[in-house]
């Protein structure tokens, strides 16, 4: 007879055996062996998984493997943060920030979300509502505004901020008018307060991107006269040179904002400034001038940064 393909007689004459059987301990010692060589491939398995995908994993470096900490530089500090710093640091003054990617529905707003004195940020839905009314056959860039033509007093208005060219459209186009077409783009405008909040001019510079609001050719034209404008010291100043930016700048009594499209070719993104200081009007703006900057900076390293 044989037990499992062996004699009996050289399983009897083996350690534990007693009559051809096992001793309770022998059996004991057994049970305890196949348990562990039972376990023993799951846990070879699951080590040398672990060895995969600790080197596999892009999150490893080099310093991790020798038991360094990756420098802090290598994690820069999130938008929220840096965004909230800057505001922070900002004393008396108020402020108010605005971004948004022009291919999405959100826009992330940060410190006061009221209305500001938009000064001549607001040109910029005065040109989409004028242009708005050429292609409905309402009016016409030829016809005479003044001494020139609307085409000469809408870039006069956006590129050079002229106030008299802005009356004149206005005036043309009509307050009511003015106040209906910005309800018709989702944002609440009456020209003579002339008050806006940073989203709403986000919403205007999206609108504008991505041509909800104007037709290719008028879109072109408008964003051209956004660019190499009378004042280039704000957002254009803080951002790189990779950067392309469009944008309209507002500055009256105390009240200095910008209002910019940011693109690197791959992504776009509206980012609106406001900033308020409530000291003497007369007040050198150096601070407010470099809050907007540092925002600037700080979007532009989050969102798009170099080798995007």
Partial sequence: MHLRGRPVDRMSAAPGYQNGRRSAAALRRRRILLRTLAVLPVLVVAGLLLVHFAATDPRTTSDDAQGRQPPAAAAPASLDDRIAAIIADAGDCRVAVAVADVSGDVVETYGDDSRFFAASTAKII???????????????????????????????????????AWLLLMQRIGYPELIDYAASIGITYDPEENLLTATDL???LRGLDNGVLLDAEDTAQLLGFMQDTNNEDLIPAASRADITVHHKYGEVEGNLHDAALLSDGTATFALVVLTEDPRDPATDDVDQIQLIRSVTQAVEDTLLPTGR
Avoid: P
């Fill in 126 to 164: 005065t040109a989409a509502a004028y242009y708005h009314l050429v292609e409905g056959g309402q009016l016409r860039l030829d016809e005479q505004l003044g001494d020139f033509d609307a085409a000469f007093q809408l870039q006069a208005m956006i590129n050079d901020s002229n106030n008299d």
């Fill in 202 to 204: 986000a919403v205007v």
